[in-house]
């Protein structure tokens, strides 16, 4: 059941951020004039389709992994002299620019108007960045980083949450690999540490899956959690043997748990074991067996009973700022932020070509579908983040410069603009090869990654 959750948002998901994709592409076409004959909601034959007042196909097919928009070309096949006006490839190459940059450009836009729904929605949360634990020995430790410090500033940029101290590490770590922390502990004056670390090997590994703060030997503050459930996932080992959300878990194999935190530290180390797990619902208190499911978090195998922890933590009131936001307020922060991560993106990407940012955070269908599951379980609230993160990175992909993708076909309509003809067939089609070898490419690290992640 926990694999057919996870194929169900994983699908539930594609669909959703291609079908937003395709209809930029549509939207946009039929805004200049273009000729549409056909979109279509996923392949395959269709089990539903239709002819609009419009005069286009409307397609819904049972492959839900993506969809398309078919327009009129005389290179597919011939057209009525008619029609030729608003065949794609009569159009000025300016205008295909446009048509082309739709599709990408509405997964942007999704990204920005789901997250600034969800701020006004919520409001803007941060915690703070206060650290917790430090491992005896880390580059942290020997840097001077001591439980209970703020981090208030990276290489002279003020932060103020959590998140913002990751991407400036993981940035940092991807480049010069020093990072200067300026840290505050209670109302004691400001300290300036350097975590400097000159491997490079050991740069490469602080940008992988699992983030540059546990490499460095640090963990951020959080509250005790106590040994609640939160939510179950359906079909998951914790539903099968009978727990419910409100389960107050009270041993594990025989021991004592007093926080959410041991219950993990309990299961995680043992992925695809038996354990018994003795729990208190109301005043009945009773142990069942639980057999632990083997899942890939960050590129770790670990254990998982499929339950969340309680879905409300108590931080307290002095390390968490809550902004209520309207909707002007959201839409600017909203764009901000992805403004924010699309520029990461960039950088990363690029380091990773140069070889100083590790592919192991490449993720194939695997990790999608996995994620997409997990993010389900764990609420609305965390599958939107999903799908805002999704979009960013289908939009991203598709703006690269790679003949087969959006990006590709814009270079090709600047170059024909430029020298005032088409580029040759002979041309095309090979930068459409070198296209299709580089997606092989890519799509193959990722799968190799994928599979990597579930044997690890």
Known sequence: MTVLWYLMWFAVAVSLLVTVHEFGHFWVARR??????????????????????????????????GGYVKMLDEREGPVAPQDLPRSFMRQHPLKRVLVLLAGPGFNFLFAVVVLAGMLWASGLTRWLPVVGDVSAGSIAANAGVRSGDRIVAVNGAPVDSQSQVRMRLLEVMSGSGNA??????????????????????LRRRLTGPAGPMAGLGMHFWVPSIPAVLGPVLPGGP???????????????????????????????????????????????????????????????RIGRIEAEQPLTIHFPRSLVRHVPLGPIGALTHASHRIWSLTVLQVRL????????????????PL????????????????????????????????????PILDGGQVVFQLVEWV????????????????GIALLILLMGVALFNDIARQFS
């Open 238 to 300: 914790a539903e099968r043997a009978g727990l419910r959300a409100g389960d107050t878990i009270v041993a594990v194999d025989g021991r004592p748990m007093k926080d959410f935190a041991d219950v993990v530290q309990a299961i995680s180390p043992n992925p695809g074991k038996r354990l018994a797990i003795t729990y208190r619902r109301g005043s009945l208190e009773r142990t069942v067996e639980v057999r632990v499911a083997s899942v890939t978090v960050r590129g770790q």
């Open 180 to 201: 200067r922390l300026t840290v505050r502990a209670g109302e004691g004056a400001p300290r300036v540490l350097d975590l400097d670390v000159r491997d490079a090997a």
């Open 32 to 65: 200049l004039g273009l000729k549409v004959l056909r979109f279509s909601v996923g392949f395959g034959k269709p089990l539903v389709h239709w002819r609009g007042r419009d005069g286009v196909e409307y397609w819904i097919c049972p492959i839900p992994l």
């Open 419 to 434: 020298k005032g003809a088409p580029l040759s067939e002979r041309a095309q089609i090979v930068g459409q090869q070198v």
């Open 349 to 364: 990407l690029w380091r990773m070509v140069l070889g100083r940012v590790s592919i192991k955070n490449l993720g194939g």
């Open 367 to 402: 990790t999608i579908a996995q994620e997409a599951g997990q993010s389900a379980s764990a609420g609305a609230g965390s599958f939107l983040d999903f799908l805002v993160l999704i979009s960013l990175e289908i939009g991203f992909l598709n703006l690269l410069p790679i």
